[in-house]
């Protein structure tokens, strides 16, 4: 069965500062999961998550040593079962630890897909796209930077979509901030806001009314994780859409933020619903709830961007487009082949598992020793 689980962090320093409500990041660490079987299959997976513990409840240490100390183990003495009893024997013995959970499932679900010769995402109900939309956020903190990267990346072809981070400034300066990059853009490019829970229902009133106004066409997780009544009240009050984010820890917490229409879209993400598997079942509830799909990330590399397009490319509805631009933040390469991003879109492999190749050379230059 399983031979060996081995973990490594990986530090990369970020292209540029990227500044968010609760953290500003100089480097992103990349949990990379390693699982080796008796029979010679190798599977990746990987976490990470944004400033430390900043914005999760776990940190890219703490999955470290909780994978070596109990997933591993576990893995290891397991025989004799196949994937689904291997991934409820770890929901059995082991509590939350969603972000880590994540990351062992994707690789043992390469593991899988590469043993039957199918690409990942055929274990997940199956491809509907061959290629995902990619949004790309700005967040340098300065207007006319953040202006001039978003011209770049539409001459480029890279990304026709934006996503602003605020929440960091007085809320009149954030508003204006986002309005100016609006307007410097034009009207056929879409600009969403995400203030990472940092306004207070009242602000959020002040503040959703003029980002409506101002032709803006997504309003991310504006309000307190826990608040999820304010974020119904603002739901129902505004035209313009509303999304859940952090609220969204998983499949339980879609059901109960559906059962109140407490969004009208859910950013979903892999490692916040606890795997790619439980990331459909939050889709599914979002299908027959109502409620709009957008492909969210926790700024992870080329594994888990990946990972999370294999299960987003199974998603009927995916109104809002994804944001698995995580790799291209970072200024070192994992890869052999880096992943494609062309025409505004992540293009998705066809090779078995992953269909990715990890340079693992270059990880162990990059490794934390
Ligand atoms: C978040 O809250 O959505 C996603 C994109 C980005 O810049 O930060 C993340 C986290
Ligand atoms: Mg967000």
């Not at 605020?166 to 204006?176: A, M």
């Not at 990472?196 to 106004?213: H, K, P, T, V, Y």
């Not at 505004?344 to 340079?359: A, K, R």
């Amino acid at each position: 069965m399983y031979k060996s689980v081995e973990t490594i962090l990986v530090d990369i320093p970020t292209i540029r500062p990227h500044k968010l409500s609760v953290a500003t990041m100089q480097t992103q660490t990349l949990v990379l999961v390693k699982i080796t079987t008796e029979d010679g299959f190798i599977g990746w997976g990987e976490a990470t998550t944004i400033g430390g513990l900043s914005y999760g409840e776990e940190s890219p240490e703490s999955v470290k040593a909780n994978i070596d100390t109990y997933f591993a183990p576990l893995l290891i003495s397991i025989k004799n079962l196949n994937v689904a009893q291997t991934l409820k024997q770890i929901r059995k013995s082991i509590n939350g630890n969603r972000f880590a959970k994540c990351a062992i499932q994707t690789a043992l679900l390469d593991i899988q897909a590469k043993r039957l010769g199918v690409p990942l995402s055929e274990l997940l109900g199956g491809r509907l796209r061959d290629s995902l939309p990619v949004l790309w956020t700005l967040a340098s903190g300065n207007t006319e930077k953040d202006i001039a990267e978003a011209k770049k990346m539409i001459e480029l072809k890279r990304h026709n979509t934006f996503k602003l981070k605020i929440g960091s400034n007085p809320l009149q300066q954030d508003v204006d901030h986002v309005i100016a990059i609006k307007q410097a853009l034009g009207s056929e490019i879409s600009v969403r806001v995400d203030v990472n829970r940092a306004w207070s229902e009242l602000e959020c009133i002040n503040g959703i009314q003029q980002l409506q106004d101002g032709g803006i066409d997504l309003i991310e997780q504006p309000c307190a994780i826990e608040n999820t009544d304010a974020l119904a009240r603002l739901t129902q009050r505004f035209d313009v859409a509303i999304m859940a984010d952090e609220a969204l820890t998983g499949p339980l917490s879609a059901y109960r933020l559906a059962k109140q229409h407490a969004a009208d879209v859910y950013a979903v993400k892999v490692e916040q619903s606890g795997g790619l598997i439980e990331a459909c079942e939050v889709a599914n509830i979002a299908k027959l709830a109502g409620i709009d799909l957008y492909g969210g990330t926790m700024l992870e590399g080329p594994v888990g961007s990946i990972a999370s397009a294999h299960a987003f490319s199974t998603f009927e509805n995916l109104a809002f487009g994804t944001e698995l631009f995580g790799p291209l933040l970072l200024t070192e390469e994992i890869l052999k082949t880096p992943l494609r991003y062309e025409n505004f879109e992540l293009v998705l492999p066809t090779g078995s598992g992953l269909g990715i190749e990890v340079d693992e050379d270059k990880i162990e230059q990059l490794r934390r020793k």
